[in-house]
């Protein structure tokens, strides 16, 4: 079966300009997770849903931030006001289950962002 | 607080060595999660196994083999006869039930190379 999909997988934004994300998780995984990952680090935990709510935005790095799941599936990870430091690779991530320490995070390919 | 610590930033082999990526991890809870995933150049983090804190036996997958010591705090991993194909960064992870018992929390990665 498909494996989770993002899109676009290369962003370059002006600094200043709005973006926006997306995060096709695997069908029928309840759980959705997005993670920043800075070059030569690793990913760093951004946000989590189960399923249409969002139940942790402990990680969101400034209220610039901000993710959505309106229909329980795909996700939106949009970026106001794109500052220099937001160019990272954002990973997006799904598991069968409700969120749960046991369950398996299957990821996608990632959008690569670089703010000008 | 949970931390992963992945004190190898980058390996070198020959085709056909073995190598050991090592592991160690601080966290509180007695129940917990690690995990190992694999980045190749493409981005995709592909996951390798997950084991629970309760369960020490070692395991071995084909060429991959990890060694869990909780005495030890360390859950390491080392692939037998190396092969180019292994070349990636390697991530060790943790989830426990500190933090929301969903977010994974990364090591910075092991750099990979193995050559001719």
């Known amino acids: 079966g498909a494996g989770v999909s993002q899109s676009p997988r290369y962003k370059v934004a002006k600094r200043g300009q709005d973006v926006a994300l997306r995060c096709d998780p695997i069908?029928?995984?309840?759980?959705l997770f997005w993670y920043q990952q800075a070059l030569g680090q690793g990913p760093e935990f951004l946000t989590y849903?189960?399923?249409?709510?969002?139940?942790?935005k402990s990680g969101l790095p400034s209220d610039r931030f901000f993710a959505e799941r309106p229909e329980g599936s795909v996700s939106t990870l949009k970026i106001q006001r794109t500052q220099q430091e937001d160019s990272a690779v954002y990973l997006c991530?799904?598991?069968?289950?409700?969120?749960?320490?046991?369950?398996?995070?299957?990821f996608g390919p990632g959008t690569r962002l670089t703010v000008l | 607080a949970q931390k992963v610590t992945q004190a190898q930033t980058e390996i070198s082999v020959v085709e056909k060595e073995d190598v050991t990526l090592d592991c160690v991890y601080e966290?509180?809870?007695?129940?917990?999660?690690l995990f190992w995933y694999k980045q190749p150049p493409s981005g995709e983090l592909v996951f390798l196994i997950r084991?629970?804190?309760?369960?020490?036996q070692n395991e071995i997958s084909g060429r991959y083999s990890w060694n869990f010591q909780k005495s030890t705090s360390s859950f390491n991993f080392t692939i037998t006869a190396s092969q180019v194909v292994d070349s990636a960064v390697y991530f060790c992870?943790?989830?426990?039930?500190?933090?929301?018992?969903?977010?994974?929390?990364f090591g910075t990665g092991t750099q990979l190379k193995v050559e001719l």
């Open positions: 991530a799904s598991s069968l289950v409700s969120g749960h320490s046991t369950d398996t995070q299957y």
């Open positions: 069908s029928g995984h309840v759980s």
């Open positions: 849903f189960q399923n249409e709510a969002q139940l942790d």
């Open positions: 966290t509180r809870d007695t129940t917990y999660y």
């Open positions: 084991r629970n804190s309760f369960d020490e």
């Open positions: 992870a943790l989830s426990g039930e500190t933090g929301g018992g969903n977010k994974l929390t």
